[in-house]
């Protein structure tokens, strides 16, 4: 018997408001889009792409130090969400101009976000090359999504 996938809108009626990290967030400046949503169950991350907290670009040119950056603000905004790395269930990692290279300087750089942070990055996923994201200068950008109870 197949299960139909309970739909968001009802999820965020359940028994608890939705949150979202932003104004006070250590991910991104607080004009920035909002790093994330939690509904009840479902917590769904917008990318993350390789800034400090004051929005400045981390690892300019540098693929292997921006996965790093992206998986580490991954790992923030899951914590501001009342997430943990331990929570996600699946990834999404935009690469610009994937090539097999790429790929394992993605790779790199995740091992170092998870050695930094002690955390496995072993998730189901998908790898998407694209041929640019919104700002030239970054290489990356990593979505995330966790079920926490």
Known sequence: MQREPIPVAYLASIDAPSRRCGDNSTVHPPAANPCGAVVPLLTALAGQVSWDADG??????????????????????????????????????????????????????????SDALGVEFQHPGTFVGVTALWDPNYLIEVEATAIID
């Open 56 to 113: 400045r670009l981390v690892g300019e040119g540098d693929l292997t130090a921006q996965s790093e950056q992206a998986y580490l603000n991954v790992a923030r905004a899951l914590i501001e969400l009342g997430a943990s790395t331990d929570d996600m269930t699946r990834v999404t990692v935009y690469v610009v101009g994937m090539t097999p290279e790429s790929t394992a300087m993605v790779m790199a750089g995740r091992r170092r976000a």
